[in-house]
């Protein structure tokens, strides 16, 4: 009798009795501690919560269970059920998503929700076809330039070894004539201490994160993009949950967005101080460095156009407000 009571009661509760709990692997190349992974955590315990355990999301940080680089595939193949990624690193599989590290199209945090509503579509049509769902993006904070000396001009750079995460770092190393190394975000204090790098273009909260004044003393504040990261799922992993489930992560993930666009505003401005406090140079772009950025930035435009063909209008025009 007491038994039938607890499970009529439980199921009054909308709680079945022998629900199963789901475990969900989501894999990050980045720290724990950078508030990309912090809001993915408390988006897991929030799905947690809202589902009554019913799908718990571990998740594995600074490449432990898949490197970046390999995450897409890792997460469309079922290796791991979710995973995170930088949205302009997969621009050669996703033309579209490259349009992140366009140089000086995004230059404010409207903007960036500008570019993401209109990218959103498309980039849930191309993620489908690989066995992808998007679930929210956040942005890093804007880029800027570190160097080891000062630089006036993008003639200063050549020679540089500059450190690279994405197609636009790469492309601009080669055309300054600096020489482009690929360093994962994690391993960039060691580099600089290895004397692997001498300059890179990256956000405040990154030359934070990996406390680099020890080897680079300029910070200039280009505000040249702000790269996405987005967190995704395995179509198939979601098409599989309950309605209630799939709600809840939904829902999860459009407040872990909100919540993602705030952080990431708030590490912005706090980041800066830091590096200041830490006695490094925080400077507006030089005027020289600026004119010849964005002739760059131009050029990268027109490039990405034409890798993307009419897709990229979709973006673009109504960017713009060309229409
Ligand atoms: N930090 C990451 C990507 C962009 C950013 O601000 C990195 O440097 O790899």
Redesign the pocket.
């Known amino acids: 009798m007491k038994i039938l009571l607890i499970a009529a009661l439980a199921a009054a509760a909308g709680q079945p009795c022998l629900a199963q709990s789901l475990q969900w692997r989501l894999a990050t190349g980045?720290r724990a501690e950078s508030f990309h992974t912090q809001n993915i955590l408390q988006f897991a315990r929030e799905v947690e919560a809202a589902t009554q355990g019913r799908l718990k999301i571990e998740v594995a940080a600074n490449n432990s269970l898949v490197k970046l680089a390999e995450i897409p595939k890792a997460v469309a193949a079922g290796k791991v059920q979710a995973g995170e990624a930088?949205m302009s690193g997969m621009g050669k599989d996703l033309p579209i998503a490259g349009a992140d590290g366009v140089p000086f199209v995004v230059g404010s945090y409207e903007a960036v929700q500008k570019l993401w509503q209109l990218q959103r579509p498309g980039i849930e049509r191309e993620f489908a076809k690989q066995g992808l769902k998007p679930l929210y993006a956040v942005p890093?904070?804007p880029?800027g330039l570190y160097t080891n000396k000062p630089i006036r001009e993008a003639r200063d750079l050549a020679g540089l070894k500059m450190?690279t995460?994405?197609p636009t770092t790469v492309r601009i190393a080669e055309l300054v004539g600096a020489q482009p190394v690929d360093v994962?975000?994690v391993q960039?204090g060691q580099a600089l201490a290895e004397g692997r790098m001498d300059a890179?273009i990256?956000?405040a909260?990154?030359g934070v994160e990996n406390k680099v004044w020890g080897g680079l003393k300029h910070y200039y504040e280009l505000n040249a993009w702000f790269?996405k990261?987005i967190v995704f799922v395995n179509a198939r992993a979601f098409a599989d949950l309950p309605p209630g489930v799939q709600q809840a992560v939904l829902r999860g993930a459009a407040d872990a967005e909100k919540r993602g666009f705030a952080a990431s505003r708030e590490a912005a401005t706090n980041a800066t101080g830091e590096l200041r406090r830490n006695g490094m140079k925080v400077e507006p772009m030089p005027f020289e460095l600026a004119r010849d950025l964005r002739r760059l930035g131009e050029r990268f435009s027109r490039e990405w156009v034409a890798s993307v063909g009419h897709a990229a209008n979709d973006i673009f025009i109504p960017f713009y407000d060309l229409r």
């Open positions: 980045y930088i890093w904070p880029q450190r995460y994405n994962p975000m960039v890179m990256t956000s909260v990154t790269p990261n």
